[in-house]
T-cell receptor, first 111, second 112 residues
Framework: DTAVSQTPKYLVTQMGNDKSIKCEQN?????MYWYKQDSKKFLKIMFS???????INETVPNRFSPKSPDKAHLNLHINSLELGDSAVYFC??????????FGDGTRLSIL | KQEVTQIPAALSVPEGENLVLNCSFT??????LQWFRQDPGKGLTSLLL?????REQTSGRLNASLDKSSGRSTLYIAASQPGDSATYLC???????????FGDGTTLTVKP
């Protein structure tokens, strides 16, 4: 199936841990994104990569580090997790100027 | 800085009604505007994308319009059905910042 896939779907972990979320798209898109949706359902962009290069880096703590090994993958690594990091994280991809396609989200809960 | 506002925040209608969702943005220097649907606990599904040079797009019972000069877009849903119940989000891709800014969404409930 052609899609944007994220793993894991659920992530429950303790404060202070380091975790990664993986994202892969097989749509041939050249741009990938990470968004955060908080408990109030507000959706905010975090990062955007175009052809493996970082093009958007919003005001995000440097505990969050995206990694793009190739155009089809954009992973998100989070160090020293805090309670406020609890949210749903969405990966998306697109061709420039074309519709964005979203993954199903990763629900991160910090204990 | 682009700001996107969606009104109303919530809307409840009986089945069969036609309805309009509104999206306004402050910076008219946009590349495109996209409407999404999000079901509870799910990801976002793209409904319609309007390029800055276009005035409207249609897909089935959905029609989205764009008035760039006034900073407004509307999503028209005809003959609403209970299955249309979801949160509808608009996202504006700004040419200056090169990123999409999302509105806070309108939560629609269509009652049988």
């Amino acid at each position: 199936d052609t899609a944007v896939s994220q793993t894991p779907k659920y992530l429950v972990t303790q404060m202070g841990n380091d975790k990664s979320i993986k994202c892969e798209q097989n749509l041939g898109h050249d741009t990938m994104y990470w968004y955060k949706q908080d408990s109030k359902k507000f959706l905010k962009i975090m990062f955007s990569y175009n052809n493996k290069e970082l093009i958007i880096n919003e005001t995000v703590p440097n505990r969050f580090s995206p990694k793009s090994p190739d155009k089809a993958h954009l992973n998100l690594h989070i160090n020293s997790l805090e309670l406020g990091d609890s949210a749903v994280y969405f990966c998306a991809s697109s061709r420039q100027g074309q519709p964005q396609h979203f993954g199903d989200g990763t629900r991160l809960s910090i204990l | 800085k682009q700001e996107v506002t969606q009104i109303p925040a919530a809307l409840s209608v009986p089945e069969g009604e036609n309805l309009v969702l509104n999206c306004s943005f402050t910076d008219s220097a946009i590349y495109n505007l996209q409407w999404f649907r999000q079901d509870p606990g799910k990801g976002l599904t793209s409904l319609l994308l309007i390029q800055s040079s276009q005035r409207e797009q249609t897909s089935g019972r959905l029609n989205a319009s764009l008035d760039k000069s006034s900073g407004r877009s509307t999503l028209y849903i005809a003959a609403s059905q209970p299955g249309d119940s979801a949160t509808y989000l608009c996202a504006v891709l700004s040419t200056n910042a090169g990123k999409s800014t999302f509105g806070d969404g309108t939560t629609l409930t269509v009652k049988p």
